[in-house]
């Protein structure tokens, strides 16, 4: 699996292997933290801290089309027409 690239809060790359990610959350507005599948040295999960939203990392975590504004809404109509001729 390919390795997802992040810029941590202090602006340095961090490559994240998808497949071990334990969870993600918000730590503050733009902020998030990835807890990986590997144990720091208090047996707790290793988090990291990256720049974006919990929306953004998930969309980059999961490959799907990274989107930076929201999606246009697309609203259809129905058209009655009347048989009144």
């Known amino acids: 699996m390919a390795l997802v690239a992040f810029k941590n809060t202090h602006n340095q790359d961090v490559y994240v292997n998808p497949a071990q990610v334990l969870?993600?959350?918000?730590?503050?507005?733009?902020v998030t933290i990835i807890a990986m599948a590997i144990t720091s040295a208090g047996g707790q999960p290793y988090a990291l801290y990256v720049r974006g939203s919990v929306e953004l990392t998930r969309q980059r975590l999961e490959g799907g089309p990274v989107r930076t504004?929201?999606?246009?809404?697309?609203?259809?109509?129905?058209?009655?027409q009347s048989a009144e001729a």
């Not at 969870?23 to 733009?30: A, D, K, R, V």
């Not at 504004?69 to 009655?80: D, K, S």
């Open 69 to 80: 504004h929201p999606r246009p809404q697309v609203v259809a109509h129905n058209v009655e």
């Open 23 to 30: 969870y993600i959350s918000t730590f503050e507005e733009g």
